[in-house]
């Protein structure tokens, strides 16, 4: 075969002329009336059908293990973060919702996707299947009934949007791959050690660094997100197939298609493993609440103070305090005990319940309940 | 304003206290409890709510238009061309099918993704919308229905996978224009000839060639689709939003958002005019599938054989005679017919019969007719 | 080794064992001191310089065969065309000099980027080289010279441009190669049929369609380029490694780098082998300048015009002229002559002069001589 | 002209009138015998290079701050960080020299890319510039040295690699922008605290959060550095221009080239501003190191114990005391104290001494000096 596809430079005919030789007397009915696209593209959607079970199936060992994880941590509280900075406490179970919550309509744009993509090629040379004359019709719902597979009312030889709703389905799955992945990579970071992915005994983290833990499953996945998005993104760069069919165009899903549903598998059985063994650290989750000696609570008090001074007072009184204890490396409690304008309204004891992370979650468990309980229930 | 954000660095502070200044004594209330993305991520999707009507009304021009054009023309005959070469016949009526086809799965992908982009945002600082105590709940049910938005169920501060719905749907708008715009473009080229995009009385074609119709407006779709293309791989290029909020990533939206929604606009406006008022010429259509003096009809003269010689010899002596009409610059039939093999086999009448080409178009005019009715019978 | 990788995770230390087994009691000294990235990335740069000997050698094939198509075709007239649409004659050697020119600042540009990434790796752990105390520095001399590579003074662990450097002098090639390639296309079109690949006689054109000519070659050039772009896309995509090293950023290079080399490869062998075998046919050149019975030479009759009629008068006088000889299917020239402000002022010989495109081509001859020149005097 | 442009759907011809109007007599002349692309193409070179001198100017800024930071912290220890762990130590100066390495060489890209791209384009129609008959290359020649630009032997209508080569050149400014401003977020982190961008007056970092210190500056160079990367994809995504002139895809350059041009000059006046003022904190930076507790000079010790051990058994000596040290909370100090190998072969102020960052940061501070020196000297 591959001397036969060097030597006639066509990807199809020396498959034919092997299957002929097969088919003895019938050999002759081999390709008849058909193009080659015709058989490549249906045989593409064939793979796609073998692809997608295993991509299905470790998307929902991902999306399980998320809403296990929010259900588990609904209430365990840890710094929430944005610019990088310690915003307010959320707890680690909200976190997981929102990657439960985007894994499951992960799951639900690759079903649709997949019943689009799921379409049978057979149209001929040109797409009129006129060589197959008055047959045309039956033997076009014969072949899509024995491969169960939907027909098309117009061949999709030059229109391939089935196969880039199907490419943008699994770039998502990589996007909500990378999300995670990044975060679990950042909260395993030596300073912060919150998470840590599941270190398995053969593993080696660093050759030389042996106090090191590695998120190296992370940064596969990461690593595999980005090359996957290169791939989608040259399925999503030619839509302008010239004419009735245009090979410049069409033979680029011929690499890029196979390497995308690859990439996804790889990329889905360890973002399921990390996301079944992920350490969690609630005591490092409490211990980084505390680095900042109360200041993460610094709306809170805002807050607290809003209603009798107003928010803009209220927000000059706290800045105040919050840079004087950063200044004087001093507990926020403490210093705003001294400040005339905050003990004024607050007593010790609503500070110190102001103060209190716990006190001041929200709706994350409630949120982190609900997202849980929608994935399992409905499994 | 756009001094207070140079000097605050902040894109919405001045904004904040601006509207507390017109509000007198409520102005404290301005701003309260939520965070910077709450506002413009909601303002931003009232934003797409708004555009998608321009967007989704020009779609349906241009999915009526094509529509139309694939029932006129169902049974008119031009040259299939694969490959850039000349492969079968064809009807126009197939192409703009396909054509409707794809617009029409435009159509419905957009509404999905509409459906999932409608979403208020509405977390405070961390997601956990803390800062309203226990009216958040309320508070939060309240905001989504005078805005008539979705709740959901977690913030998405950082999982932005319904704005890279829409920026897939978008692209898909984008690339079905760029396909048939680059066909009309191919198809208006001189030595063809077969269309041409409406040309309107105060169109300058070209500044020093009066001779030239050039297919400026179909042009632009294609520069419009490669900017927008562009565009949408910036929002599809930055899913790992870190911790809860991520402004790194998410400020890309800020430009991407926008400009992606007025380059659909933009170009749907031009891809509905040149739909509705494209230039159909069968005249031409007709000399181009002469232009090989019967050898577009070879396939069908092989197929005639073949029930007689077999596929592989009805494909030898179909080649043979093929060679010899173009080296002898002959009609194809002539040549047929002093073919041993063929003209045992085919009559005079039954060759001219075979390479008349409104007798080889198999499924072309039922498939135009089908998908035109579908879509103007929904409608 | 593939086991070792299954099992430990780590890319490279099974080949370290396996390499320390093999070298007896001085094994405890391979990869003493450095790191898996130093490794990785030197051997890396080695693959490369070993890929970018074919690279050079097919660039330069293409180059050569280009510019020896510019000056044997440098008086060749043909049609030029600009939105598809007929313009004014130009030669053919003009658009082979355009094409040889832009090979030639491909091949410079790959001498830069060459220069630039044949740069080794030894950095350590995070890139002090603190492992090898004072013998670092006579460490790294020794194992730059032994392989004959730049010593850089800071490592380029999470310092990629140099590799992005090299993505972009690939793609540039892949660049140029598809506009080649999709100019042939395009002028093998039935229509057209000026260029035509060369077939060789094993290759397989279509398997049902005889009378076809394929430009096969060139559309696996325009899809290799669209796949390489995606591949250089994702080297350019990540450009912000953490830290001192960043796995998650760096592993898309092992698939994405040795990718873009092998695609080069294809698409450069391909093409040159197009070029050189460039079927080049001036009598439809000749055949197609006519198509339009004279209407291409639309500008130079405004050009004889304008000198009396001033430049907007003879744009007028033209335009008119040129739509009745289209309304009425004639010759440009008879209508002409009979156009009152035209006939005023040209003579129909002078007609006839103007009407001749080799008397249009400007500096195309002059422009392809020069280029061609530069390029075979160089070599 | 906004009405014009309408009308004509032309980009030029309102253009041409409006000059031609206010030119009396010689109104007639403008324009004489060139092409649309000709002027857009020339402006847009002129309009590059007034771009440049921003853009080189903030560039050379940032190389100025980076060599400065490279000098003045040469021997600040701080942890280098792998895979988002600790490693071993590294100096700022070190990272700051990997920085301005970047940066240079990206200034040196941008040079090489605006020789390039200041080339003027004049080639009428086709480019053969035939309507200006005999006076062609005299007018060309002048045309080049009135404007100061670069002649082409052959127009770049349709050969767009060096709009290409600036965009890479632009993109790679903002690449070494993203890594740097990304680092410093990253390191300014609450649990790093080890840099901070620098905070204006007026600048508000929160709404509702007075504690925090968002690094808003460097995630708007990320944002940007995203934005830019999209941009430059357009330029890059679309080689194959069509015969002499195409369009559809020359116009994405009207928006692309001007946004790249806006963003990179953006990108870095918030680079230069923040590598200008940027605080710089040894002290966290020393505290930091100091996290594990001597775990972060495994390596250290491991290349201490080696040359007795052998690599291999050192590392499972260090890898079993870093163990140890992790489960008990202890001291690494302490804990190798107590090992009996390691114990044997290092005696308690070896192990002190071993155990110190500022003894084991090999070439860090002499790379840094090198590559400072050989800015600053250069200007």
New interface residues.
Partial sequence: MRAGIA????P??PL?RAL?DRCGDDG??V???V??QDVIDTGAVLQVRAALTAIRRDLERAVVSAARLAARHAETPM????????????TFG??A??WA??LV??AA?LR?AEE?VLTAQLG??????????TD??AVRGAFCRILDLAEP????H??R??I??LG?AL??I???G??I???V??L?????AELSEPL?D???G??????????????????T???L???T??L?????????????????E???LPQALILTGGLLAKLAAVLEGLVVNPERMRA?LD??RG??M???V??AL?PEL???RA?EV??RA?RRA?AERRDFASVLLEDPDAAALLAPERVERTLDPSG?????A???A??SS?ITDGR
């Fill in positions: 030597e006639s430079q066509h199809l005919v034919v002929a002759d009915y390709h008849w009336g193009t080659t710094a929430g973060r944005t610019h990088g900075q310690h915003a307010v406490p959320i909200l976190k919702a929102s919550d985007e309509r992960c744009r649709r689009a001929g040379a040109a797409g009129t299947l006129a060589a197959l004359g045309a019709s009312e117009v061949p999709w030059a229109a949007d089935r880039r709703d943008h770039a998502e990589a996007g909500a990378e999300r992945a990044s975060e990579i950042r395993q970071a030596t300073e912060l398995a053969g593993h080696v660093s050759s030389t660094m042996p106090q090191k833990r590695n998120p190296m499953t992370c940064e596969y996945i990461v690593a997100a980005r090359l998005r290169g791939t993104g040259v999503a760069g030619a839509p302008a197939h010239l004419h009735e069919r245009d090979m410049g165009a069409w033979a680029v011929w690499i890029a980084n680095l900042s200041q993460i610094a709306e809170a805002m807050m809003a107003g928010h803009e927000h706290v800045t919050a950063t001041y979650l929200g709706l994350a409630e949120a982190a609900a997202v929608r």
